[in-house]
């Protein structure tokens, strides 16, 4: 983590902590992944910086702001979106549909894995508001996820406290890591997907 970006959430606290995760959940470019912001808010908490339990509300408050906003962008939106959008955009309204009726029919568990998922989270949200994924089956699953994520998170980086500068090392290497598998899968399904057999209409 940059020094910037901690003395930015030292600074500023919880103020910081939200913005920051609330601005990455609806798709702003962050300098540093959320996970790591939970990790570093519950290392503060372990230092008596700032409160485990505010700091709790206070991330999952964000994430879960975030990921509401952006659903219903897309839920209300999503048709207009879909209209309008580029022609070279590989999306049908047939593929749409199917994708909607999957996920209502036993898909939803696709939605919570997703929302656990580092580096698709926000994904998730974008495409349960454009298959138009009802809210009162998004709606408690992205509060569940929310409050999963957000609590693991904080709670490991107070648990690893006193080991903080051992750990961060190791943090550092994890998240590149992840950042590979994630370009490996999307990877394999932009070649998947144009491998496939054009639709006909």
């Not at 999503?78 to 590989?90: D, N, Q, V, Y």
């Not at 996920?103 to 926000?122: A, H, K, N």
């Not at 508001?129 to 009802?134: A, E, H, N, S």
């Amino acid at each position: 983590m940059s020094s910037e970006i901690s003395h930015y959430i030292m600074h500023y606290g919880y103020i910081a902590i939200f913005t920051l995760i609330f601005i990455q959940e609806i798709g702003i470019p962050n300098p540093i992944p959320n996970e790591l912001v939970l990790l570093f808010s519950g290392y503060l908490t372990f230092q008596k910086t700032l409160s485990l339990p505010i700091v709790l509300i206070t991330a999952t408050t964000a994430d879960l702001s975030g990921a509401i906003l952006l659903y219903f962008t897309f839920y209300y939106s999503g048709a207009f979106i879909l209209s309008h959008k580029p022609k070279w955009l590989p999306v049908s309204m047939a593929k749409i549909n199917k994708l909607s009726a999957e996920m209502s029919t036993g898909g939803l568990w696709t939605i919570f894995l997703g929302r656990i998922t580092p580096l698709i989270r926000g994904y998730v949200s974008v495409i349960s508001g454009l298959i138009q994924v009802k809210p009162k089956q998004y709606l408690p699953i992205v509060l569940v996820t929310a409050t999963m994520v957000c609590c693991s998170y904080v709670i490991a980086g107070y648990l690893l406290g006193p080991y903080w500068t051992v750990a961060l090392v190791q943090i550092v290497k994890i998240k590149y890591g992840l950042l590979g598998v994630g370009a490996l899968v999307v990877i394999i399904l932009v070649i998947r997907h144009f491998r496939r057999k054009p639709e006909t209409p």
